[in-house]
């Protein structure tokens, strides 16, 4: 590994080393033991999704064309130093170091010619030989060159900008923070493969982001969880008053390379990112449907599974040009039958789309109002179109179409693998009045709802009030010896 004389020392980090990750249910589960054994040459795409226990299919995502992406490529800054650095190397190459490292001539010369403080080339420099933006020249190693990247930038096609920019995203991630040499009583601390894990997890979350302060705390947790809590923290105010905070170090060079944006606070990544991180999850087994170009191509099925990578905004202007496309009781229909069909996320994700669509979807909810999965919903949009007037006779809620929505709103908090007691009371408490828990969950037990039982299980294994959890433990008991539709 190279070492400046000007700047400071540096690890030998592979670029594409993915050490050290866990379990992604839960940000903090991103844990550091799970490669200490192995060989980083061993690691293969797969092993990706097996240490940090990803599923076999995550939600469909849209991304730009080729074009578009090597059209954003070309503006991030941080490959066009790269190039320049390789540029300024030269076809004849530059002599380097027995440590090689640049001379502190060509060091200093460098950083003129490429207008950069001595701590970026620093930088650039292990970029630049971790993924091939420069090579070293025969066995000797006494001379680098450009190398195999640097000519795939220069190419200009979009195919090689995009996989130049990629490596480089692969160099950043790996190298940014393995550039700095801890002072003793610092070792403790192990940033490999943290930067990697927190791009998956961004990916993960690509919908809401994550906060600086979790993405800040995150890598603290995971880099130090072989530390007594005491000593993590003193060996945290070390090296932030030594190397300032590594998290903003990792994110301004995202940001250089164009890989991540910050808004409000909240770190996302770009689609750069996101398209160089689909491709190697989709190499690691893990099936990721990418969507059409437009709204007018998707099915029913692809813009509701969508939902989950995006924000609610994008969503809605995603629902509202798929039912412009198609029309509005076309779209309806559509978005209503699967509805029916699906389970309470897919079915309130479509309820939501299909009551936007205002007095256009009023035939079709009329036609569902039969339908148990939706004679709730459709009593309530067809309530709503009444604009003002008194309800008409039959769209008062009963006790069981009550049942239903609570049962449907419910079940979106029980998470089997990562309960979390304090959502689920939440979530309790802004489906049922204070007080009235007991006589709802009465009228869930009662409800023909397929997912009433587990929902009541759920509540009464995990609710903190112990009132609360006895009562919906009563009625979970009543439901399992109710008999089965059809009497099975």
């Known amino acids: 590994m190279a070492n400046n004389p000007s700047g400071p020392d540096a690890y030998s980090a592979s670029a594409g080393d993915f050490r050290d990750f866990g379990d992604p249910g839960d940000p903090g589960d991103f844990g550091p033991d799970a490669f200490d054994d192995a060989d ?201 008053a030594r190397y300032g905070e590594p998290a903003r170090l990792l994110l301004d060079k995202l940001t250089e390379l164009a890989a991540v944006r910050e808004s409000d606070d909240t770190v996302r990544l770009t689609p750069l990112a996101l398209a160089a991180l689909h491709e190697q999850l989709v190499e690691a087994g893990i099936d990721i449907p990418l969507l059409p170009p437009t709204a007018a191509e998707l099915t029913g099925a692809q813009l509701l599974a969508m939902a989950e990578g995006v924000d609610d905004d994008e969503f809605e202007a995603e629902a509202d040009a798929w039912v412009a496309a198609r029309g509005a009781d076309h779209g309806a229909r559509e978005l209503l039958a699967l509805a029916a069909a699906g389970g309470p996320g897919e079915r309130m994700l479509a309820v939501a789309a299909v009551t936007r669509i205002g007095a256009g979807a009023g035939q079709a909810w009329r036609d569902n109002l039969d339908v148990p999965q939706l004679r709730a919903y459709a009593k309530a949009a067809l309530a709503g179109l009444a604009d003002g007037e008194d309800v008409p006779a039959g769209l008062q809620p009963l006790p069981a179409d009550v049942a239903w929505v609570t049962t449907d709103l419910l079940a979106l908090a029980c998470d089997e693998e990562y309960p979390d007691p304090e959502e689920i009371a939440a979530s309790l408490r802004e489906a049922v009045p204070a007080g009235q828990e007991a006589a709802v969950f009465e009228m869930m037990w009662r409800a023909p709802h397929p997912d009433v039982l587990d929902v009541l299980n759920h509540i009464g294994r995990y609710h903190p009030d112990k009132q609360v959890a006895k009562a919906a433990r009563t009625a979970a008991h009543k439901a399992a010896g109710r008999p089965a539709p059809g009497g099975r």
């Open 40 to 240: 980083a040459d061993d690691y293969a795409a797969a092993d990706i999704k097996e240490a940090l226990g990803l599923p076999d299919s995550l939600p469909p995502i849209r991304l730009p064309s080729l074009p578009e992406l090597a059209a954003q490529a070309r503006k991030a800054p941080l490959p066009g130093q790269l190039a320049a650095l390789a540029a300024w190397i030269g076809e004849d190459g530059r002599a380097v170091t027995d440590d090689g490292d640049l001379t502190r001539a060509d060091f200093a010369a460098a950083t003129s010619a490429l207008g950069v403080q001595a701590a970026d080339l620093v930088f650039l420099w292990e970029y630049a030989l971790a993924v091939e933006w420069l090579e070293f020249d025969g066995a000797a190693e006494d001379r680098v060159m450009p190398g195999e990247t640097a000519q795939s930038w220069a190419a200009d096609q979009d195919e090689t900008v995009f996989d130049a920019w990629s490596a480089t995203l692969a160099a950043v991630l790996g190298e940014t923070l393995e550039v700095t040499l801890p002072e003793p009583g610092l070792q403790g601390l192990d940033f490999q493969g943290q930067p990697m894990a927190l791009a998956i997890l961004l990916f993960l979350a690509r919908r809401e982001g994550l906060s600086v302060a979790d993405f800040t705390e995150i890598l603290w947790e995971n880099s130090s969880a072989d530390l007594p809590e005491r000593e993590a923290a003193r060996a945290r105010e070390r090296w932030v």
